[in-house]
């Protein structure tokens, strides 16, 4: 909301700059105020990034540096698109998955992603932070190959050695 009661400014004429992911948020909360709706207070304070460049980049969450600055101890999984059926398919040598994991819930705090669709993939990554989702339950999860989606069960299992190896 402006000084102006019944105007409201969202996007980069409130703030710059901004990601598409955060304008359309705003819009939202504006158009959530404007009517009355109370839909939109379950909506998260985080923002998908997506970086359409060659290659793609997306990410969600935490991430290395936030999770040093708030003291949360993590470990790491990767997994290299080269090193996964949906790489080798695809002939894309090129990128990698990386999945944050607080070492002490086991919860998936953060998720970055370069390669091929590294934008769409990093949209899985808002169910999994938000849900608070176990790492575990990505090791366990058999995901429809040969799929770049695949590459979150690699990450798991990385993550998921390094964290049994901390215990």
Partial sequence: RTNLEHVYAVGDVVESPLTESERKFQGTMAASKVFGLQDTEQLSDSYPIGVYTLPEAGAYGHTEADAKLHNIRYVVGRAEYANSPYGRNADTGTGFLKILVN???????????????????AHFAILLVEAHVPVGKLTGTVFNGSTVQELYHFAAIDAWTKLRSKT
Avoid at 112 to 120: I, L, S
């Fill in 103 to 121: 070492i002490d819930t086991e919860e998936i705090i953060g998720v970055h992603v370069v390669g091929r669709f590294a934008h769409e993939v």
